[in-house]
């Protein structure tokens, strides 16, 4: 038991020698227990109410040089005004028109109309023809005067012809009256009857003259020669 207990007692002593030797060498090297190196944070600052920044301070006006000139201001490309297209002839401070329609009165501008029709419809358009045009002014006045009776809207077409006669109107009164009918309005009848070159019987006409007859009763009839 002696033996025993000597031999247990010397390998106590030495481990704990070494225990002791471990011990040292951390507190040396600065090594801490889990109680030392744990650090609970600090706690926050209170908030700061953040106040908003005072408006600018617009900076005075410079008067060493005097009062600033008024400028006017730059006008940009887009925005200056395009002066207005002026076509013909200045003559002192008017301007005379160069083109002039060929046909008289009220029958200025059909020759135009009949051109901007047919053109549209991939045809070519008509000139005003002197020849046709008498032809027309004797055919007109040997209508009998029953054509100026109709009641409504009427289009006659033949070979080489077309006819579109026109009711009188009413005023206000109920009277009869004259009605103004352009050039467009009798052109807009021929394509919507289909008569003259806008029909078969004159289809690819080059020429073409016209008259109008004013009848008592304020009828107007519209007659064209087409060749």
């Not at 077409?157 to 009711?167: C, L, T």
């Not at 052109?187 to 020429?207: H, M, T, W, Y």
């Not at 073409?208 to 064209?224: A, F, H, R, T």
Request: charged content about 20%; aromatic content about 6%.
């Amino acid at each position: 038991m002696k033996i025993f207990d000597t031999k247990f007692t010397s390998k106590w002593m030495k481990l704990n020698t070494r225990m002791i030797l471990s011990a040292s060498i951390l507190t040396s090297v600065g090594c801490k227990t889990v109680s030392e190196s744990v650090q609970i944070a600090p706690p926050l600052p209170p908030a700061v109410e953040v106040k908003p920044a005072p408006p600018p301070v617009e900076p005075e006006e410079d008067l060493s040089l005097g009062p600033k000139v008024a400028t006017a201001p730059v006008a940009r490309v887009d925005e200056k005004p395009i002066p207005p297209a002026q076509t013909g002839i200045k003559s002192g401070s008017a301007v005379v028109v160069a083109k002039q329609f060929p046909e008289p009165n009220d029958l200025a501008g059909v020759t135009q109309a009949h051109s901007y029709a047919l053109q549209a419809r991939g045809a070519r358009g008509v000139e005003w023809s002197s020849a046709l045009s008498q032809r027309a002014q004797l055919q007109v006045r040997q209508l009998p005067e029953g054509m100026c009776s109709f009641s409504e809207s009427k289009v006659f077409s033949a070979s080489g012809e077309a006819i579109f006669i026109s009711p009188a109107g009413k005023d206000s009164k109920g009277q009869s009256r004259l009605l103004n009918i352009s050039p467009k309005v009798f052109v807009e009848n021929l394509i919507a009857l289909k008569a003259g070159p806008f029909g078969r019987d004159d289809a690819g006409a080059s020429q073409l003259g016209c008259d109008i007859k004013k009848c008592e009763n304020n009828s107007q009839i519209w007659l064209c020669r087409y060749q």
